[in-house]
Structures are given as structure tokens and as C-alpha cells.
């Protein structure tokens, strides 16, 4: 079983910048990508970017260039860094880690982009 564990959230106000953690512990094999999704009142839950062992990101068109993804292999945490925030990125932010046959998610994050 793997545990994950999200912080970082909150209010920012719209152009400020937010870094949201999440540090995963229990049965972890190497190899594995995470990733963070969000998802706004009435919505579906949407991919923001991923990682993959090896460093590889991928991010959704409506935050590239101003969200950026890292790990830290050795503390099994991943970061989002999002800056230039706008009012269409408040959504609860979700943690993933995927591993062969199985997935594993976080309990969430509140973001609010608000004046």
C-alpha cells in the first residue's frame, strides 16, 4: 500500500504563485511516474502534468509555461510550482503516483485564485 500525502494549498490572489508537495510513503518500487490533476466544482478531474522516473514531464496546454513539475527520487516527493496563477485554476489539486497494475491518489489540495 502507498500512501500520499499533499500540501501547499490555499488562497493566492490572481499572478501570485503557490508550490503544492507531495511526499509518498509504503510499498514503493522504482520505476514509477506521479503526477498532479485538478478538478474544479462540477467538473471532471483533469490531468495539470506528470513526471516519470527518468525526469520526462508532460503538462496540459493551459499551464504550460507557467506550471513546472520536479521530483525528488530519494524523498519520493513531487512538486508543482505554479506561478502567474489565474482565477480558472482554482480546483481541488490532486497527487498520483502510478506504479505497474495499480495507481494511488492523495486526498487533495484545496487552490483558490481569488482577488
Known amino acids: 500500500q502507498v500512501q500520499l500525502v499533499e500540501s501547499g494549498g490555499g488562497l493566492v490572489q490572481p499572478g501570485g504563485s503557490l508550490r503544492l508537495s507531495c511526499a509518498a510513503s509504503?510499498?514503493?518500487?522504482?520505476?514509477?511516474?506521479m503526477g498532479w490533476y485538478h478538478q474544479a466544482p462540477g467538473k471532471q478531474r483533469e490531468l495539470v502534468a506528470t513526471?516519470?522516473?527518468?525526469?520526462?514531464?508532460n503538462y496540459a496546454d493551459s499551464v504550460k509555461g507557467r506550471f513546472t513539475i520536479s521530483r525528488d527520487n530519494a524523498k519520493n516527493t513531487v512538486y508543482l510550482q505554479m506561478n502567474s496563477l489565474k482565477p480558472d485554476d482554482t480546483a481541488v489539486y490532486y497527487c498520483?503516483?502510478?506504479?505497474?497494475?495499480?495507481?494511488?491518489w492523495g486526498q487533495g489540495t484545496q487552490v483558490t485564485v481569488s482577488s
Open positions: 498520483k503516483l502510478d506504479q505497474t497494475l495499480v495507481s494511488y
Open positions: 509504503g510499498s514503493i518500487f522504482s520505476g514509477y511516474t
Open positions: 513526471i516519470t522516473s527518468g525526469g520526462r514531464t
